[in-house]
């Protein structure tokens, strides 16, 4: 098939329709700009959903792929490899962990997470003890595991029976959850900053409640930092910004900037419920992922990049704002660090989407979190020229659907 006949409705006739993406084919990309099919070009504030942070075809992530393509492309785990073991060794200096496994998607993450608090549990004090907590408005993936323990019952309904033994409460209510609470209680997974749920930051008293909670009911307590880990909230990790320390973490889209990895990171005290036999993926701690994995966190995991994200979460909130001024869209910039989401007012509640396809249109590429939010997510290197540049094309999308 030349690649001529490769076209938008392609999509309709071969994929299964789970998905429903833009007109345009993006083809190529090159730090914070994209081009498609027929050569337009687009500021990139999506990021691939908070994936490529360090852009489009960084050299160095290139040079990682080019360098392990001619090594070792894949081995399974009955070895192991360099890049995993350097890989792992890297995040556990970076970060309060002792161990780590590898995955593939921030799901395969989490439901490893899942599966280590639950058998955690179950060896060290009983099979009763099976209650996982997570928040309404999360999310989590979707296997069935993660998406039941998400809270949007949209995403997790219509498949039969469910996980159970788990309840959901509301984020940031910390007498909702204690209520909860009791010895059955196995563990609670969060996100920091919940990301999908339409990014609203966890109030550190409150995350310090949760961990408080966690102790007294010998309960453990799961950061999913999927979405918000690697450098995303100007911290490597949120948790190192909100001075709660989980007992497991989860990472994955910008650890791999683009190329499928995630990991599970623990202490050496939950690790040996894992032991052989327990749990397994063929390609997770793959060579080639781990190998683009180093090559990213070296680079993101120093003190410029982390300072030049809380750099850029100024540059965002300060035009979004001022673009609100002007056509009064907003009812509030919030977020943290490159991880910025715009509530929609009253008058244009509902509808994030027509931003975004207008955004598009302008030649500006973003995301939404739900229906009233709008989401930025670019890479954390993005010049500022592009900022600027994608941002007066937003504006532009703005005014046209405030006219409209
Ligand atoms: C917080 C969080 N957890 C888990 C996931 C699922 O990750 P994946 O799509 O890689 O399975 C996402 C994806 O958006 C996420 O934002």
């Known amino acids: 098939m030349s690649e001529s006949n490769v076209s938008r409705a392609l999509f309709d006739e071969v994929m299964v329709p789970t998905y429903a993406p833009a007109k345009m084919i993006p ?11 027929e050569g337009r070009e687009y500021i990139d504030f999506a990021g691939g959903i908070a994936v490529n942070c360090l852009g489009h075809c960084h ?66 004090f009983g099979e009763e003890k099976d209650q996982i907590i997570s ?32 309840e959901h409460s509301p984020y940031n209510d910390l007498a909702a959850l204690e209520a909860l609470f009791s010895d059955r209680t196995c563990a609670v997974m969060m996100e920091p900053l919940q990301g999908e749920g ?70 050496d005290k939950l690790a040996p419920s ?21 090559a990213v966190l070296s680079l993101v995991n120093t003190p410029e990049v982390l300072a030049g994200v809380k750099q850029r979460e100024q540059w965002f909130r300060d035009a979004l704002n001022q673009i609100n001024e002007k056509h009064q869209v907003f009812s509030e910039i919030r977020g943290q660090g490159l991880l910025v989401g715009a509530a929609l007012n009253e008058k244009y509640a509902g509808r994030a989407r027509d931003f975004l396809m207008a955004a598009v249109e302008e030649g500006t590429m973003m995301l939404v979190a739900g229906p009233n939010v709008l989401r930025f997510t670019p ?23 405030v006219t409209a």
């Not at 083809?27 to 099919?37: E, H, L, M, T, Y």
């Not at 393509?69 to 002792?98: C, G, I, M, Y």
């Not at 439901?111 to 179950?122: F, G, P, S």
């Not at 890479?379 to 659907?401: H, N, Q, T």
Request: proline letters at 4%; a neutral charge.
């Open 27 to 37: 083809v190529k990309g090159a730090g914070s700009r994209v081009w498609d099919q």
């Open 59 to 124: 050299p160095a992530m290139v040079d990682a792929v080019k360098a392990q393509a001619d090594k070792l492309w894949h081995l399974s785990n009955v070895f192991t490899n360099e890049p995993a073991l350097r890989l792992a060794k890297q995040l556990t200096e970076a970060t309060f962990a002792d161990k780590v496994f590898f995955a593939n998607s921030g799901a395969e993450a989490n439901e490893a997470a899942l599966k280590l608090v639950r058998r955690y549990a179950v060896e060290n």
């Open 135 to 166: 928040f309404k408005q999360g999310f989590h993936g979707r296997t069935f595991f993660t998406v039941t323990v998400g809270g949007q019952t949209t995403y997790s309904d219509g498949f039969g029976p469910k996980p159970g033994a788990i």
């Open 198 to 267: 339409g990014i609203i930051s966890a109030d550190p008293e409150f995350a310090k409640g949760v961990r408080a909670l966690c102790d007294k009911f010998n309960a453990l307590l799961v950061f999913d930092e999927v979405q918000t880990g690697v450098g995303r909230t100007g911290e490597l990790y949120a948790y190192m910004g909100l001075g709660v320390t989980p007992d497991v973490l989860t990472t994955a889209k910008a650890l791999g900037g683009g190329f499928p990895i995630a990991a599970m990171l623990t202490t």
């Open 274 to 294: 894992l032991k052989v036999g327990t749990h397994g993926s063929t390609y997770g701690g793959n060579p080639m992922a781990c190998a683009v994995g180093e």
């Open 379 to 401: 890479s954390l290197i993005i010049p500022e020229a592009d900022v600027k540049e994608g941002l007066a094309r937003f504006e532009r999308a703005v005014a046209k659907i």
